[in-house]
């Protein structure tokens, strides 16, 4: 069992940053690949960036790369998402969850998932 809360969201102008932090709780957070996923109103959910267990990859959406950036600290069992250069269409509900890295980054969808924290971005 992992369970997962997120926080670090916000309202922030364009062109500026958040980081986004979601801490794991479970003996088996560091075997688990772990993503960000983020909801818009009246949009389907859409997969934005994952990184592996072990930390050496790391995926992206097209909409995203080069501006944000994934990471994990497994003694801390916390997983970020740096977010850089912030437009308005980013606004969204952004969600961690913690399965395979096939699970997350092909089939979109995770085991286990947090509850969610806003990301406003005013234009």
């Known amino acids: 069992q992992v369970q997962l809360v997120e926080s670090g969201g916000g309202l922030v102008q364009a062109g500026g940053s958040l980081r986004l932090s979601c801490a794991a709780s479970?003996?088996?957070?560091?075997?688990?690949?772990m993503g960000w996923f983020r909801q818009a109103p009246g949009k389907e959910r859409e997969f934005v960036a994952a990184?592996?267990?072990?930390?050496?990859?790391?995926y992206y959406a097209d909409s995203v790369k080069g501006r944000f950036t994934i990471s994990r600290d497994n003694a801390k069992n916390t997983v970020y998402l740096q977010m850089n250069s912030l437009k308005p269409e980013d606004t969204a509900v952004y969600y961690c969850?913690?399965?395979?890295?096939?699970?997350?980054?092909?089939?979109?969808?995770?085991?286990?998932w947090g509850q969610g924290t806003q990301v406003t971005v005013s234009s």
């Open positions: 990184i592996s267990w072990h930390t050496i990859s790391t």
């Open positions: 479970g003996r088996s957070f560091s075997t688990y690949a």
């Open positions: 969850a913690a399965d395979t890295s096939t699970n997350l980054v092909v089939r979109k969808t995770g085991e286990y």
